[in-house]
């Protein structure tokens, strides 16, 4: 068996382990809160590939979102373009929600929560925000009501309110009987 470079050299630097989101959305929030007091850090994601890893960031403030906003949150992060591609943007009307706080403000809009795990045997739930405290989230649907643990949710969000429950799946509808990806055309449909 071949040896280690740590087994060789005990004082070699091992890889640093990379920073979870959960991590990443402290340094934001914390850098943020005394540069732009007035902003929120509704969420940060870690997209693109391991080779060129994107850091995504949504925020808010009371008078809006715009470009220069935009602009002025990723100067105040500069350093994170070292290792990160680094997108800011506002909520948009699918605003994600992250914390018990976001939760309580949109009681009774419809919501979408996805779980790291199942619960019910799911992991994909549609429905109505019923109910939010700092443990849990409440949602009622077709399917009756479910408890989530915040521990369990891996990534939630607003849904447009109109949008009827009847359309939610119009997107992934196929176009006679092709796929919309697979039918020749470009664009989105």
């Known amino acids: 068996m071949r040896p280690t470079p740590s087994q060789i050299d005990p004082n070699h630097a091992r890889q640093p382990t990379a920073p979870t989101t959960t991590e990443l959305q402290a340094r934001v929030e914390s850098r943020l809160a005394t540069a732009e007091p007035d902003v929120e850090v ?11 890893p994107i850091l995504r960031i949504y925020v808010d403030r009371p008078g809006g979102v715009d470009l220069e906003l935009c602009a002025t949150v990723t100067n105040h992060l500069r350093d994170l373009l070292v290792d990160y591609g680094v997108e800011v943007s506002s909520p948009g009307p699918e605003r994600p929600l992250s914390k018990p706080d976001h939760y309580r403000r949109f009681l009774g809009r419809r919501v979408r929560v996805r779980t790291s795990e199942e619960i019910e045997g799911r992991k994909d739930f549609k429905g109505e925000l019923v109910g939010a405290d700092d443990e849990a989230v409440a949602l009622a649907g077709d399917w009756g009501t479910v408890r989530i643990p915040h521990e369990r949710i891996r ?27 697979n039918s020749g055309t470009t664009g989105r449909v």
């Open 155 to 181: 990534r939630s969000n607003l849904m447009p309110q109109d949008v009827p429950a009847s359309a939610e799946g119009a997107k992934h509808r196929t176009l006679g009987g092709r796929s919309p990806r």
């Open 42 to 52: 509704l969420a940060v994601e870690l997209a693109g590939s391991r080779r060129s």
